[in-house]
């Protein structure tokens, strides 16, 4: 067992022995070191102003990626590289190609946000030199800009990988040596302590279990971008917290005599789950791609999103219509459930004090027709007024099973059973949906809250029956909001 964290920062290493369970790493940096081009715009991951790379070893070697610094937890960059704008540099020392470009297209007004975009423009062009104006979108989907407007953004993006020169930058020049000493970090538990606040690093699953048996209820963090707010926002006591976020990676694809599975440790993030959600669930892709911006999509896991038993979270609907299971882990024993039964009431779940969710199994149904829908204020990086899962199979015409569940209706995720029965049984039309539509009404009990008004969710989950039989029957159709979604 150890007792200090140890990180690289831009070029130097950082061994620290008192840190706090909440001590995040944008104060570390702007407090502590005095970096202050990472800025404070919202504490709540949402504006982007915080964004740094964080470089972390996977089974595919050292990658880099733009992270929230502000919800953020120091003691979760353990064994990590991390990189901000004051750590970045041409290779003749000057000003990097994404910042010479945005300074040449006028992509910064009052400069606030501008070291943040910058950032995940410099994630982006490690990742994917050959990334047009859509995947730049995308990337900047968790920055917020109001002064600068986008468009000489994209430009000074567009220009920068044009510019080339990713082999010649000091990160991919660097890479081995950075992963041989990230790698000398790892191998024991890490425990850490400041002013009577416990944070533990268990060294891999096996030590996450025996923590949790000295620990019982010890607050679990893996991407802490929903316990990040609780820390800035609600100050709360998160102590003693374990820190997981680099245990429980394991992707794999299995066929099955049920068919083809897929299995995904809990500590998988939702950019790493992506190029398999568009691979094996391709209706899905697009709604994955509006869980949070890419700064979240980095650190926020599936585990966590489902162990957090949040009724607004955005993976459980979309995974209870695919029938997926869990498997919950302690000690060395281990039980499988539905996911669906996981959830019991609000804030209330099927697992044990010293108990973690460690696997989601995914079965992939090819038959049947899939779609999900998220509604919510804004279209990215926003939480979800009503979210909802269908997967439909038909055969010969007539629905021959559904399973349908929304997010936000209730104080769980649950399914629309009485829905579902109504589209059993019945020819694939549009009588059927608009029967389910009305059937809806009578499966959940919305609530109203500051996202939405219970009479707005109620009409959206009847008109999202309609959005999926319009979609279908008339395939490229565009479907007005007032039309599906019950504007």
Known sequence: MEHQMRFLLNGSEVALTEVGPADTLLDYLRLTRRL??????CAEGDCGACTVLVGRLTTDGLIYEPVNACIRFLASVHGCHVVTIEGMQSPGGGLHAIQQAMIDHHGSQCGFCTPGIVMSLYGLWMADPDAGPAQIETALQGNLCRCTGYEPIIKAAVAAMDAGGQTADRL???RDQ????????WGQRVTLEK????GIIPADSADLAKVLAEYPGARM?????????????FLRDISPAVFIGHLMKEIEVTDTESGREIRLGAGVTYSEALPLIARHLPAAREYWLRIGGWQVRNMGTIGGNIANGSPIGDTPPLLIAL??????????SRREIAIEDFFIDYGKQDRAADEFVETIVIPVDENAQLAAYKISKRRDSDISSVAAGFAITVDGGMITDARIAF?????VPKRATGAEAALRGQPFAEAAFDAAARAVADDFTPLSDMRASAEYRATVAANLFRRFWLERSEPGLPVRLDQAVGA
Do not use: S
């Not at 002013?195 to 416990?198: D, F, R, S, W």
């Not at 997010?407 to 104080?411: E, H, K, L, V």
């Open 172 to 174: 991919a020049v660097e």
């Open 407 to 411: 997010g936000g209706m209730a104080g």
């Open 36 to 41: 202050t081009g990472t800025k404070e715009g």
């Open 323 to 332: 029938g997926a299971r869990i498997v919950l882990r302690r000690g060395d």
């Open 178 to 185: 950075v992963a041989q000493q990230l790698r000398a970090m």
């Open 221 to 233: 963090i893996a991407g802490a971008t929903d316990v990040g707010l609780w820390v800035t926002k």
């Open 195 to 198: 002013q009577g606040q416990q």
